[in-house]
Nanobody, 129 residues
Framework: QVKLVESGGGSVQAGGSLRLSCVAS????????LGWFRQAPGKESEGVAV?????????EYGESVKGRFSISHDSAENILYLNMSSLKPEDNATYYC?????????????????????RGQGTQVTVSS
């Protein structure tokens, strides 16, 4: 069973940066992929980034975060990171780490990250203008 625990959320002013972390246990990169999605109050979940091939660095980003966010992975520690810069008030949301079995066929689609089978408890990001 995959377990995901996020940390690193907080409050920051617009234009600032934050790094979110997700510690994954019960996870094997050969069988699973990892990603991030977010949900703001009253809005639908939005896929933010997905790391669909840890070995080859295959990533995909949501349109609203391209050029500002980057996803990375520490294979030795099984930690997934989301590096966020140039934050905007519209980035306010709870951010979730998610994992999915590769055989499910959803790993290469950032828009499907919110549908992944496993997710953490979420970490809140608040950006003030």
């Amino acid at each position: 069973q995959v377990k995901l625990v996020e940390s690193g959320g907080g409050s920051v002013q617009a234009g600032g940066s934050l790094r979110l972390s997700c510690v994954a246990s019960g996870y094997n990169y050969r069988r699973y992929c990892l990603g991030w999605f977010r949900q703001a109050p009253g809005k639908e979940s939005e896929g933010v980034a997905v790391f669909y091939n840890v070995n080859e660095g295959g990533t995909e980003y949501g349109e609203s975060v391209k050029g500002r966010f980057s996803i990375s992975h520490d294979s030795a520690e099984n930690i997934l990171y989301l590096n966020m810069s140039s934050l905007k008030p519209e980035d306010n949301a709870t951010y979730y780490c998610a994992a999915d079995l590769r055989m499910r066929g959803r790993c290469a689609h950032v828009l499907k990250v919110a549908d992944f089978d496993f997710r953490g408890q979420g970490t809140q990001v608040t950006v003030s203008s």
